[in-house]
Nanobody
Framework: QVQLVESGGGLVQPGGSLRLSCAAS????????IGWFRQVPGKEREGVSCIRRSDGSTYYADSVKGRFTISRDNAKNTVYLEMNSLKPEDTAVYYCATNLRRSCSSNAMDYWGQGTQVTVSS
């Protein structure tokens, strides 16, 4: 049974940092593409970052380039999203998702986690 569990969200001040984790079970994370997405109520879901299967190539949305870093630990079957220099506009529910292809598109994702809330506010 494929399962993704996000953790690490919370309340942080502008300029602060958080590290989100996406723990996978039921499949080998290194054989899959993992994406991070975020959504604010009333807005469309946004692709934030992605790490592709096989070669580990990465994608970042322009809004987070230079501030967010995606990485994976195959031994722990976990993907991380290190978020630095956080801004109020980063506030959202963050989801991780996966597929066995190399696509980072949300439409291509087959499994989703339950999400973790990130709030950036003073």
């Amino acid at each position: 049974q494929v399962q993704l569990v996000e953790s690490g969200g919370g309340l942080v001040q502008p300029g602060g940092s958080l590290r989100l984790s996406c723990a996978a079970s039921g499949f080998a994370l290194g054989a899959a593409t993992i994406g991070w997405f975020r959504q604010v109520p009333g807005k469309e879901r946004e692709g934030v970052s992605c790490i592709r299967r096989s070669d580990g190539s990465t994608y970042y949305a322009d809004s987070v380039k230079g501030r967010f870093t995606i990485s994976r630990d195959n031994a722990k079957n976990t993907v991380y999203l290190e978020m630095n220099s956080l801004k109020p506009e980063d506030t959202a529910v963050y989801y991780c998702a996966t597929n066995l292809r190399r696509s980072c598109s949300s439409n291509a994702m087959d499994y989703w986690g339950q999400g973790t809330q990130v709030t950036v506010s003073s």
